[in-house]
């Protein structure tokens, strides 16, 4: 396996002052997301060249001096704001953080939905269970729960997964679509978007969206909303139940973002059942983000970083898998992955599986 991430000599102050920006890095946090939410960026931004001091960036906004100087010093200590002669300007981070969706998504996403809980990731990781989630309700996974989170938790949540999602989903439509399939069923539809961008794009396909009830009341929203109810139904299934069964005769299996909510074990009890659904013509596809398989050092930045939500907040046993963990699911489960692709949306991998 190769490494992730690149290893450098550094000199010894620079990794000290590395480890002090860890130490502080909720703090910075915290600080970055008020510069943005309370205005300062914006403002700044609507400065241009020139830039603001300090009591003009106040006036603008509608702080005190004490609030607004305080949160730009720590702006300028990451590097997100620039004070040239006394005059307050955006830098190309600052920039990013304020305009770029990504950024956006991971920040809301780790402010609204984890950061409290990550307080717990200790005992998380101790216990095997979702410490953090009691923060939100007394479930056991964050998963029955979705639909109950706090207005912005379940919202940040939302945005975070159909961020990377949809992106993917354009990429990976022609590709699963290719062949005109006129069933699929889709395990772990969650709120429909796949399902319904497939009955979008083809005009014969079926699709019958299989998850928890919880999901599948928001899926039958969309899907009405869509006008697509004559061909998406959606099949009330907790995957993990004992005796559990699937029903046959579909030409494609989709599971998208689907295996990294659960454990390995689990992964491969899942894929079998799957499996004895399948027969020589239906196709499983996989579609995941995959820490080994991202173009740049930052996307695998933030995928094992994400892991730590799936440790504290949402089950306390799955995470990001690289492509080796998949592909030995797959052959455990008695499938064969026949062809992949890389690259889709920002950053997923697709694996096309059939029985061996």
Known sequence: ???????????????????????FAP????????????????????????????????????????????????????????????????????FLVLNDPMTRANMDYNHYLCYQGLYYLDEAIKSGKPSGLKTFGEWDTIYPGLTKLPSDARESWFTFNHFYSDRAFRDALPLVLSDQPMRLLDIGGNTGRWAIACAEFSSQVSVTIADLPGQLAVAREAVAEASLTDRISCLEVDMLEPGVSLPGGYDVIWMSQFLDCFGPEDIIRLLALAARSLDQHTRLYILEPLCDRQQHEMGAYCLVN???????????????????????????AGLTVVQEWDDLGICHTLLDCRKI
């Open 1 to 23: 396996m190769q490494p992730l991430f690149k290893l450098e000599n550094k000199p010894a102050i620079d990794a000290l002052y590395d480890a002090q920006r860890l130490a």
């Open 27 to 94: 703090i910075v946090f915290q600080a970055i997301r008020a510069l943005r939410d309370l205005g300062v960026l914006r403002a700044l931004q609507d400065a241009g060249e020139g830039g603001l001091s300090v009591d003009e960036v106040a006036g603008t906004v509608g702080l005190a001096e004490y609030g607004v100087r305080v949160l730009l010093e720590s702006g300028m200590s990451a590097g997100v704001v620039a004070c040239p002669n006394g005059r307050h300007t955006l830098t190309k981070t600052g």
């Open 306 to 332: 994400t892991s730590l939500y799936f440790t504290c907040m949402a089950n306390g046993k799955s995470r990001m898998y690289h492509s080796e963990d998949l592909h030995q699911f797959v052959q455990r």
